[in-house]
């Protein structure tokens, strides 16, 4: 256990994957900033790998004011053990009050390794942050500034706030695709920490014989208009008119999980709790119904079109445009009124 | 060379199945009001513990932290093959967080080993109730073993090797790794085999002593303690002689430092539940018909939305 220190730095530990920077810890510097601002402290990120100066200076632009560049040709690609000990020494050694990890396969992963070793409390996939007061019951010990770490719990139904209290640092994991990135500063000064950590053969415990990267079929993170289906759409060639109206907008097709496992498309296109989280500007639900998990993965969407037979399907709760009609009519009326635009 | 592996698994509301009902006025989770299932994950990790056992001989342990209604899963392990199974129930450890529960279950695991050393704990890779899938590497790191997540495959296991294959959410991996570990089992992990019939048959009598005295309490309610003990005794022993005794451990039983369980050993609190509202404000209903959408249209392009 470390002794909690009320002044500590704001972290984010940035996930590299074989050379690339993950954008989920691009976005968490920007609510990093934000929690570090407000605390009065300062903003720092790690990152980890066999050569990072250059993710380093990435990291300074998106708002880190000193990055702890770890380079060791044992952390060039991912595996538990000799990344936990990076970091469990760097935070036994800083005392940072909060460290934010993404809640990547890699971040969880790694986040609970390293939690169990300090015994501190750490909360998974958080979709918010804040700064807050708390007021422990039984003692009426009041705590201030605490970092307030929001998720959704029990299949996305409820929303519970937790607070860790005592036993720093307050650690998260954070979705990826729900905190908005900020724009690189490049004319950002901050400082850059370059060191290489003690490690050797024992820490890396596992061998990894094979490492297959299968690219995702759709960048739906990317997408400023998703065209989703979901049971209601009915079968495969029904799914080809929502390929054609996200090509008449320039987007990505997405789906619900219940389309997804009816095997009318591949699961790289699930939107929802277990598949990606997008903030598109629109998005347009067909025959989705919007159970709660679904829902979770899209709702931040600045507009929403729901397309139901069904007037009291849940969706029509969170869109902005509701049509009760059949895809095949409304469908090719939607395609036609976009190409007579102007 | 035979191996034993320990299954830990979960017995979990099924938040598939949530309705209005489950959600009370003040946003909380009407437990009951939800059908209790065996964590669909962890199902996998029995069946590839199971198949493991299969392939090179050994013993299968089925660990199961909760109320006593938690036997519904262990039950549901033995008859689809599992040899052994311990249910961990105490108060004490309600409002375990996390890294509490990962605590109880290493000390139960260190318990287990001290009867027959333990090679591989699998689990499923997180409980649908809260999705954290923190408990696993947890539970790896306070037995200082390693861990391996998201494990759709084991390849071989051959001396104190094993070989896997994970699915590492951007692609696979096929890595290699000493034993004890732990291995975290994904829903593409091989599919669960359904329970024998003839299995249902020898275990539908199995109970844990909670059960037994929930029994007792309810078919002898005029029974003095003494005498309801004294029968939940006989009965105890009467299912053990079959081998249909489900043990039954406390934080005591597993030797636990009651300093790390429960709420005093739970660094998170929860400060704050809410139900989630439909928010959708600005709602407009617009006819299927040409006109009304063509104007829906031109307002995202005029708003920017599409374009």
């Known amino acids: 256990m470390i002794e909690a220190n009320r002044q500590g730095d704001v972290w984010v530990v940035a996930e590299q994957n074989d050379g690339e920077l993950h954008d989920v810890g691009l976005e968490l510097l920007s609510k990093g900033r934000k929690l570090a601002t407000e605390l009065g402290v300062h903003l720092t990120a790690v990152v980890m790998g066999a050569k990072v100066d250059a993710h380093a200076k990435k990291l300074v632009q998106y708002g880190a004011d000193r990055v702890l560049a770890a380079e060791h040709e044992l952390l060039a690609h991912y595996q538990t053990q000799p990344f936990a000990k990076v970091v469990i020494g760097l935070l036994a050694q800083h005392r940072p009050q909060i460290v934010l990890f993404g809640a990547t396969p890699v971040g969880r992963d790694l986040a609970p390794r390293v939690a169990s070793a300090l015994r501190a409390g750490l909360t998974a996939d958080c979709t918010d942050l804040d700064i807050g007061e708390h007021t422990e019951p039984g003692s009426n010990h009041k705590y201030e500034k605490l970092l307030y770490q929001i998720r959704p719990a029990f299949g996305g139904n409820i929303i519970a706030t937790i607070v860790n209290p005592e036993r720093w640092p307050q650690m998260a994991t954070v979705r990826e695709g729900v905190m908005p990135m900020l724009e690189p500063d490049t004319s950002r000064r901050g400082e850059i920490v370059l060191m290489r950590p003690e490690l050797t053969a024992e820490d890396a415990v596992l061998n990894v014989l094979e490492s297959v990267h299968a690219e995702k079929r759709v960048n739906l993170k990317g997408s400023r208009t998703i065209v989703a289906g979901g049971a209601g759409v009915g079968s495969k060639e029904n799914f080809r008119l929502l390929w054609d109206l996200a090509n008449a907008m320039g987007g990505a097709v997405g789906a619900s999980r219940a389309a997804v496992d009816s095997g009318w498309i591949h699961k790289d296109h699930q939107v929802g709790q277990t598949g990606v989280t997008v903030r598109p500007a629109l998005y347009v639900a067909v025959g989705i119904s919007g159970a709660v998990q679904h829902r979770a993965g899209m709702s931040e969407a600045k507009k929403i079109v729901a397309i139901n037979t069904d007037p009291n399907a849940p969706i029509f709760g969170v869109a902005h445009y509701g049509i009760v009609g059949d895809l095949n009519r409304v469908i090719p009326m939607m395609i036609d009124a976009i190409k007579k635009r102007v | ?307």
Request: aromatic share 4%; hydrophobic share 40%; net charge neutral.
């Open chain 2, 1 to 307: 060379m035979a191996y034993h592996l320990v299954v830990l698994v979960k017995q979990v509301p099924d938040t598939k199945r949530i309705t209005g009902e489950a959600m009370r006025e003040d946003g909380t989770v009407n437990r009951a009001a939800l059908p209790a299932i065996f964590n669909p994950e962890d199902l996998h990790a029995l069946e590839l513990a199971l198949e493991l056992r299969d392939r090179y001989g050994g013993r299968v342990t089925v660990i199961s932290m909760g109320p006593p209604q938690a036997c519904e899963v262990l039950r549901d392990s033995l008859e689809r093959g599992a040899d052994d199974a311990i249910l961990l129930t105490d108060r004490r450890a309600a409002a375990s967080d996390t890294l509490a529960t990962s605590y109880i279950l290493s000390c139960a695991i260190r318990t287990v080993a001290r009867q027959t050393p333990v090679d591989l704990v699998l689990c499923g890779r997180q409980a649908i109730d809260g999705d954290t899938a923190q408990v696993p590497p947890q539970t790896a790191e306070k037995l200082g073993w390693p861990q391996i997540t998201y494990v759709e495959s084991v390849e071989e296991v051959a001396g104190r090797r094993l070989r896997a294959k994970r699915n590492t959410g951007a692609g696979w991996e096929r890595v290699e790794g000493p034993l004890p570990c732990l291995v975290t089992v994904t829903d593409g992990g091989p599919h669960p085999r359904p329970a024998s019939a003839k299995r249902i048959m020898a275990v539908k009598r199995a109970r844990c002593r909670a059960e037994i005295a929930q029994a007792v309490a309810a078919e002898m309610p005029a029974a003095t303690p003494e005498a309801q003990k004294a029968e939940v005794e006989k009965r105890a022993a009467a299912l053990q002689a079959r081998g249909f005794l489900i043990k039954q451990w406390t934080l005591d039983d597993i030797q636990a430092d009651l300093a790390w369980c429960g709420r005093d050993g739970s660094p998170t609190k929860v400060k704050r539940i809410q139900s989630v509202i439909l928010k959708g404000s600005g709602f407009k209903k617009i006819e299927a018909t040409g006109d009304a959408i063509a104007t829906m249209v031109h307002e995202l392009i005029e708003d920017h939305t599409i374009g």
